[in-house]
């Protein structure tokens, strides 16, 4: 770093301090059992707390600019991609906070906490205190009966007993193994008088030291006897031996004060053993020597533990024990799974080999991926990239684990919608957990490769991995993964999922390791129902299914013609105590089901929650301006509620809420709800095998019927498939046939699979020849399973036609090299129209098009108001699905102003046109269709814009309110695309200010004060609208708010709400500030092309 930069760095940055070493090896955690903290250690939390606080006081003033307005002045843009991307509102206008906010240090504090947690420390403490101890003391308590550490710091300090346990408990095994019999050792009061007096001396010392430590250690010792069986004893030596390795590179940059501190135990334990080694061995009985092996091991690992702990790592699978603690706390998790355990300490995860593992649905997949994301944040010091197949998830897992990243100093950042920077911003201390959806993730390793960074990201884990073989989402995320694959070496990748079958393919591609189990921690079973008995699957039997019972209801002559399949009697066996999710295959179907349900359901359901109740009603009507569906208003009385894509994100989040918290009992939804949000449920009940027209495919049956029976929650879970007589044999073969496998996408989706993936390999430089971009294609998916997908043509032949096309189409430039005579090599390089449509993500079966109406526009573009750009920027794919009404299509024309009807004109659709077509004349004069079309989902956007109401667009149009609101968040992203495009060709330079602005009015299309609370992760508009009347009308609002007033002063908001909002907002508010702190120093840093900076440096060396 040059000077002038470490000046600033000096001044701006948190004091340094002790960081666990790069290259995180894994110590052996001792027990996946998590402990809830107890009164003296929350005491010795406080302590800590209060110490950390402290420290935080040290920050310079000149920190404090992250006290900010957050004004969206200043736009940041990214590069698009195929879905929404735009654009961080950064802040420009920053006040000088100059009151020091207690709580906001405490939450930002740098790795204090870590330090507090540190081996050394504690050790430091340990010495201290029994520096202090009056002489008698030291010797008044037993070794065999007390305990060596404190209960207050059992977590911290537990790395002792665990390095302990594990090396006995290895020994112990091996010496049964050889033969020694009755080799258990109860530490006893005669311990001590059978050791060597060096040996003694130590643990006398120790143990004395122990009476201010508490019990730890005999726990884990207690623990340890009686609990033979526990993974632990498989756990690798070598793990303690590599990490003590590592450490000692990490413990040259401690403090010499460390140093002092550390020693001090060494020379100890130095000086114990080489007393030991010295002393006279006297005839010792059998079991004596067995207790001095015993304890000249323990010594030998708390040796080895005080050397590896010196990286401040802690002894939760290497993570410190605040991890453990934030489990217990926010997630309720006491205690890992065996298989979880099993899989964090494979040899090949701590060798970092890229690895699939596969489990079934609530199996506890996730938890593992985030043990392993920490490890990589907070041990190896690298980002970190998840990529989740929603936007609902992803914002489902931010608010997850804000909390996470403020407690343990890492950032998580948003990358779904519109939220997302690319390149990301590069942090200065602190490591980035990005969280993205498929398309996002895409754009951000594009962007990490285009810059040079591919390798500071150092483990991606991808969820739902059975979704590379799904369509244009598949193909994307396959070339995400292959494009890490080919240019970093260093990453990490890691993929799970509940339904893959025949994982070789993606284990060649992905060249990693599998692991699976069947372990689900609550039984599902499953029935089918065919009229009114029900079975239950069982592969044992003949035909795979078992007599379970028969259904046992007394229906009226009018319920038996509205409810053939006995949904109401199946819905109040479980109902209104337990959840019940109903599957049906179309979105009418789930509101007729839930209209029909309620109607035969008894007034006692009214009287169940029925405050609770008139407040999600209440909440419904707010958040859609005083509207609330039909529908909705009668059936959520009963607890029931419909789920689908219909919905506003609003409402869906609403219900969802409402769901969780078991205030609505039962929901009718799509196949969409399996793969979204997690909303469990006790009995799942699918109305038919069917999904829209088709047949349910395995995977699909068993995501769905996957939400019955998770852990935590339920005891048991149900499912329930529906089906007639004729669909019999089908379901049969469904229940018993394995799951379908996975298959490469990259071709099949032809434009925005293989073509995008040539354009950006050329387009980052990743490989611009003919061979080399054939020898990325063999490491795809698609080339491990081109023979099979494609068999009439060779990987060569599809490589050179692909190149060939994007060479016809404009977008790639060939260049013939004849390196000799024989020797000819075709390089490419983009073009302009190729870069722009990269830069721009636009899918290339539009580039040419999206080129053509933009020149047009320059032609003459009606400014007089928005309409003409939107047209330009309402998504081409929308466009075939459309089929306008015509006579609304003639009134909002008729309404439109002369010159928003000359924008018509332009285009080429004229009023009589529209008018003949209303009134269902014959046309004979040609019309381009897909203009016609796409006008008129441009009127329902300016419609949008003007009203800001989706439920009054809705009905205008006469379309569903989730359509209309998913064709402005399909809006708002395609203008940042059109932008990025525009960017890329100077001759469209007078679109990029009037996009910048219209990107911003289709991503909120909200009152623009409601714009800084909507940017926090989960707050929506319904929410943001909330907060503002209530107060809270900034980001920095949001961060300093108690989540218990809030809770007190915004409806229908629960604890775990509100916490997540205020933990969103400290996060981005955080990053935001770091972000200008970042360019504070860029802009006062030297440039390295300085005249003279090479050489004035030199001439100070
Ligand atoms: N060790 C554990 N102890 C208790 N609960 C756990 C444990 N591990 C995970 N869980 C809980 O189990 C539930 C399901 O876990 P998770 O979401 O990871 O399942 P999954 O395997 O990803 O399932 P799916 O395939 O359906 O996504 C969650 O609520 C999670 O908090
Ligand atoms: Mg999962």
Known sequence: MDEGGSRIRRRVSLPKRKRPSVGCVFVAPTAAKLERGDEEKKEEEMVAENRRRKTAGVIPVEVQPCLLSDSPDCLVLGSGDTNPDLLRHMPTDRGMGDQHNDSEEDMFGDYDSFTENSFIAQADDLEQKYMQLPEHQKHATDFATENLCSESIKNKLSVTPIGNLTELQTDEHTENQSGCEDVTVEPGADLLYDVPSSQAMYFENLRNSSNDLGDQFMKKRDWKSSSHNTVNEKLPHNCIEQRQQNDESSSKVRTSSDMNRRTSIKDHLKS????????????????????????????????????????????????????????????????????????????????????????????????????????????????????????????????????????????????????????????REKKSLYIATIEKGHSLVNSLIETGRIDSLGLVVVDELHMIGEGSRGAILEMTLAKILYT???????????????????????????????????????????????????????????????????????????????LVALVTEVIPNYSCLVFCPSKKNCENVAEMICKF????????????????????????????????????????????????????????????????????????????????????????????????????????????????????????????????????????????????????????????LFLSLIGLKIATNLDDIYHFMNGTFFGVQQKILLKEKSLWEITVESLRYLTEKGLLQKDTIYKSEEEVQHNFHITK???????????????????????????????????????????????????????????????????????????????????????????????????????????????????????????????????????????????????????????FWVYRALLVELTKKLTYCVKAELIPLMEVTGVLEGRAKQLYSAGYKSLTHLANANPEVLIRTIDHLSRRQAKQIVSSAKMLLHEKAEALQEEVEELLRLPSDFPGAVASSTDEA
């Open 833 to 987: 129209l190729g870069r722009a449509s990269f830069k721009g993500t636009i899918d290339l079966a539009y580039c040419d098009i999206l080129y053509r109406d933009l020149k047009k526009g320059l032609e003459g573009l009606v400014l007089e108001s928005l309409l003409h750009l939107i047209y330009l920027t309402t998504p081409y794919d929308l466009v075939s699905q459309c089929n306008p009404d015509w006579m609304i299509y003639f009134r909002q024309f008729s309404q439109l102003s002369p010159a928003e009807q000359n924008v018509a004109a332009i285009l080429g659709v004229s009023e009589s046109f529209i008018g003949k077509k209303a009134s269902g004349q014959a046309i004979r004069k040609k019309v381009d269709k897909d203009v016609v079309n796409r006008l008129y989902l441009s009127f329902v956007l300016y419609s949008l814009l003007k009203e800001t109401n989706i439920w009054t667009v809705s009905e205008k149009f006469n379309m569903p309110r989730g359509y209309v609101q998913n064709l402005l968040t399909g809006a708002a992203s395609f203008s940042s695309c059109v932008l990025h495009f525009c960017e890329e060709l100077e001759e």
């Open 488 to 566: 970093s070496k260093t990453t990490q990748i890691i993929g799970m999922s509940a339904t893959l079958n025949s994982v070789e393919d993606l284990q060649k591609f992905l060249q990693a390791e599998y692991y699976t189990s069947q372990f689900r921690p609550v039984e599902l079973k499953e029935y089918l129902k065919i009229n009114d008995t029900i079975y239950e699957i069982d592969s044992k039997a003949e035909n795979g299914m078992t007599f379970s019972r028969f259904l046992n209801y007394k229906y009226s002559d009018t319920l038996k013609k509205m409810d053939p399949d006995h």
């Open 601 to 756: 359901l008894s007034k006692e359901y009214l009287k169940h929650k029925e405050k609770e109740k008139c407040e999600v009603i209440k909440n419904l009507k707010n958040i859609g301006s005083g509207n609330l569906c039909p529908v909705l208003k009668r059936t959520i009385p009963f607890g029931v509620a419909y789920h689908h894509s219909g919905l506003t994100s609003d409402e869906r989040k609403l219900l969802e809420e409402a769901y969780s918290t078991g205030v609505l009992c039962l929901f009718t939804c799509t196949s969409t709800l399996a793969a979204g949000v997690n909303l469990p449920a006790r009995r799942v009940i699918l109305r038919a095998p069917y999904v829209a027209m088709e047949f349910l495919k395995r995977n699909q049956y068993k995501q769905m019927i996957g939400r019955a029976g998770r852990a935590g929650i339920d005891t048991i879970g149900e499912s329930i498939l529906i089906l007639q007589e004729k669909d019999k044999q089908q379901v049969l073969e469904l229940i018993t046939r394995p799951l379908e496998n996975c298959y490469s996408h990259l071709f099949q989706e032809f434009t925005k699979g293989i073509q995008t």
């Open 272 to 427: 114990a053993m080489t007393g030991n080694a010295k002393a006279q061995t006297p005839v010792f009985s059998r079991s004596k020597q067995l207790k001095e092996t015993l304890l000249s091991k323990e010594i030998n690992v708390a040796k080895k533990t005080i050397e590896s702990s010196s990286n401040d790592l802690g002894p939760f699978y290497s993570l410190p024990s605040k991890v453990r603690d934030l489990y217990v706390q926010l997630k309720g998790i006491e205690k890992l799974y065996e298989w979880q355990h099993t899989c964090l300490t494979l040899k090949s995860v701590q060798e970092r080999k890229n690895l699939i593992y596969s489990l079934p649905t609530s199996g506890g997949k996730t938890l593992v991926a985030e043990i392993l994301m920490l490890q990589e944040l907070l041990c190896s010091r690298k980002d970190v990239l998840m990529i989740l197949p929603y936007v609902a998830i992803v914002q489902e897992k931010i608010s997850g684990l804000s909390s996470f990243g403020i407690e343990l100093g890492f950032f998580v950042e948003e990358y779904a919608g519109s939220k997302g920077r690319f390149p990301p911003t590069k942090r």
